[in-house]
């Protein structure tokens, strides 16, 4: 970059915490910097240490966290701050945005009153009215259409792309010098991603604001980032600018991650179906919903699709398509208006032996499907335990093998959920699943919230359970990648519609419909050249 004195200098930065358990080093020796205008990438798996190192810049550690280096910014130590100072440099100076949007908003006040909030602390000289006018500019700048009527609107009331927008016009209130991106697309879908690195993109070269971004999505960063901080362990391994870092990796880990990338080299080779009679046979479904005052919302309209047993169904769409509403309603969690379910022939609901124990589950959020009071061991056995005349010792028997099968010590069996990482906990919640050795798997984003390698480590993880049990599964997901190296077909849904479906090569390769070549067109690649060439395309049109 061109400034002599970088905007951001980190130097030698170690992060201890201090807990029951003794020390542990979360960010070792940690040294980069950031220049005014620059976008910076920092990469890593899951506790490398990159969100230990973004908190510390506005001093968001909690209180066991100990500190030790340089932060400074604009060549002032920042560690030396008192609790006012680090106050007043959060969103005047530093300004972050947050993975989970919702999180970062109280859902029971307005946007508008969220956003005075913000521009009171961060510019206490205006007045009211010149708040109210900053806001509706804020919302302009971010691309919330109808700005003025949808202040007055509370955060349930927007999609979550759209809080995403949000949340970025609070961060600009106070105008600052550094935003911190913390995997600010991860939960999004293809084309709300691409929107999002735009509204950044476009907002980095207006403002000339530094943006450090955190993500594990080599192909965002191929599409934004400038230079790419790669960290392993909570050390950097390599830091690069990102054309020479997708070229010619220097470190194994570097080369390692950019393997990990999911791309197209399964589904199709794998063997072919031959069972001429569909395991699941969906006709006609429709879902809706009773709203306030009675008011119906269709969710699902008409859907008809088959799932085979053994086949990979990838069932794709945007936020708010229905997908996971179609799921839900396979498993009984949600009713459907009309339509019917056949399940091995016969209706899924109405029999006296439900079939839905021949189903299993795995969700985004492992954390939050397995219970915190239950050791690893008792939420596995909880399926066995219910719906099978087992003893003690074939449960306890199955539930080794399961935990071996997933990949994890049989020695884990007494430890918590908290106290393992989300890609064990997932594997967790798979063999709780395939507890019952079920003949369909619904797996509704199970790898949306893990970073690369242990996304496909997972998804590597069911292709060989697979192979072990021969479920069928009706893969849910927005990650275009993922699908097109895991299933055998794909249906594609649009506002709760089937636009398209078929085999995953063809789908892929030759698109029928205008939503499914906008999706796939919207996939970020992790080739920097070929991202800038579609960013300028965009830009021209």
């Known amino acids: 970059m061109s400034d002599p004195q970088p905007l951001l200098s980190v130097e030698r930065l170690s992060i201890i915490y201090q807990g029951d358990r003794g020390r542990v080093s979360a960010v070792d020796n940690v040294s980069f910097d950031l220049a005014a205008g620059e976008i910076l990438a920092l990469i890593g798996e899951s506790g490398a240490g990159k969100s230990a190192v973004a908190q510390a810049i506005p001093g968001l550690l909690p209180a066991s966290a100990r500190v030790s280096g340089s932060l400074r910014l604009n060549g002032r130590q920042l560690l030396s701050l008192g609790r006012a100072g680090r106050t007043a440099l959060?969103?005047?100076?530093?300004?972050?945005?947050?993975?989970?949007?919702?999180?970062?908003?109280d859902p029971v006040f307005t946007i508008g009153s969220q956003l005075d909030e913000a521009l009171a602390a961060a510019q206490p000289a205006l007045r009211r009215a010149q708040r109210r006018q900053q806001a509706l500019m804020l919302l302009e700048q971010v691309s919330i259409p109808d700005a003025q009527q949808r202040l007055q609107h509370y955060p349930h009331q927007f999609s979550g792309?759209?809080?995403?927008?949000?949340?970025?016009?609070?961060?600009?209130?106070?105008?600052?010098?550094?935003l911190i991106a913390d995997e600010p697309t991860t939960?999004?879908?293809?084309?709300?991603?691409?929107?999002?690195?735009?509204?950044?993109?476009?907002?980095?070269?207006r403002y000339r604001m530094a943006i450090l971004l955190i993500t594990h999505d080599l192909g965002v960063v191929a599409d934004i980032a400038q230079r790419v901080v790669v960290m392993r362990a909570g050390?950097?391994?390599?830091?690069?600018?990102?054309?020479?870092?997708?070229?010619?990796?220097?470190?194994?880990?570097?080369?390692?991650?950019?393997?990990?990338?999911?791309?197209?080299?399964g589904p199709d080779a794998r063997a072919a179906l031959t069972d001429a009679v569909p395991l699941l046979e969906v006709r006609d479904l429709t879902i809706a919903w009773r709203e306030c005052f009675g008011r119906r919302r269709e969710v699902v309209h008409g859907v008809s699709f088959s799932l085979h047993k053994g086949e990979f169904l990838g069932l794709l769409g945007e936020s708010g398509?229905?997908?996971?509403?179609?799921?839900?309603?396979?498993?009984?969690?949600?009713?459907?208006?009309?339509?019917?379910?056949?399940?091995?022939?016969?209706?899924?609901?109405?029999?006296?032996?439900?079939?839905?124990?021949?189903?299993?589950?795995?969700?985004?959020?492992?954390?939050?499907?397995?219970?915190?009071?239950?050791?690893?061991?008792?939420?596995?056995?909880?399926?066995?335990?219910?719906?099978?005349?087992?003893?003690?010792?074939?449960?306890?028997?199955?539930?080794?093998?399961?935990?071996?099968?997933?990949?994890?010590?049989?020695?884990?069996?007494?430890?918590?959920?908290?106290?393992?990482?989300?890609g064990q906990c997932q594997r967790v919640a798979i063999a709780r699943a395939l507890a019952l050795k079920p003949q369909l798997l619904i797996a509704d984003e199970?790898?949306?919230?893990?970073?690369?390698?242990?996304?496909?480590?997972?998804?590597?993880?069911?292709?060989?359970?697979?192979?072990?049990?021969?479920?069928?599964?009706?893969?849910?997901?927005?990650?275009?990648?993922?699908?097109?190296?895991?299933?055998?077909?794909?249906?594609?849904?649009?506002?709760?519609?089937?636009?398209?479906?078929?085999?995953?090569?063809?789908?892929?390769?030759?698109?029928?419909h205008d939503y499914t070549r906008s999706l796939i067109a919207s996939i970020p690649r992790p080739d920097p050249a070929y991202q800038r060439g579609r960013r300028a395309e965009r830009e021209q049109q």
Request: proline share 6%; charged share 20%.
């Open 161 to 178: 792309g759209q809080l995403q927008r949000i949340m970025i016009a609070i961060a600009l209130a106070g105008r600052p010098a550094v």
């Open 321 to 422: 398509s229905g997908k996971t509403t179609i799921g839900r309603t396979l498993l009984g969690t949600a009713t459907a208006e009309s339509g019917s379910i056949r399940f091995n022939g016969e209706p899924l609901t109405g029999r006296r032996s439900d079939p839905r124990d021949r189903i299993g589950a795995v969700f985004q959020n492992p954390l939050s499907s397995l219970n915190p009071r239950l050791t690893l061991a008792q939420s596995i056995a909880e399926p066995l335990t219910t719906h099978r005349s087992l003893s003690a010792r074939e449960v306890a028997q199955r539930v080794a093998t399961l935990l071996d099968q997933v990949g994890l010590p049989a020695g884990w069996q007494q430890r918590y959920p908290h106290e393992i990482s989300g």
């Open 235 to 265: 050390r950097v391994v390599e830091t690069q600018p990102v054309d020479a870092l997708f070229a010619a990796p220097e470190q194994p880990y570097t080369r390692q991650l950019l393997a990990a990338q999911p791309g197209s080299d």
């Open 446 to 512: 199970p790898t949306s919230a893990l970073d690369v390698s242990i996304q496909q480590s997972i998804l590597q993880l069911l292709r060989d359970l697979h192979d072990e049990y021969h479920f069928a599964c009706l893969f849910i997901s927005h990650d275009l990648g993922v699908i097109n190296s895991l299933c055998h077909s794909v249906m594609v849904l649009k506002q709760g519609r089937i636009v398209e479906q078929g085999s995953t090569r063809t789908i892929f390769s030759q698109p029928q």
């Open 187 to 205: 939960a999004l879908d293809v084309t709300t991603q691409r929107e999002i690195l735009d509204l950044l993109h476009r907002l980095n070269r």
């Open 90 to 105: 959060r969103g005047r100076e530093v300004a972050m945005v947050f993975q989970d949007p919702a999180a970062g908003l």
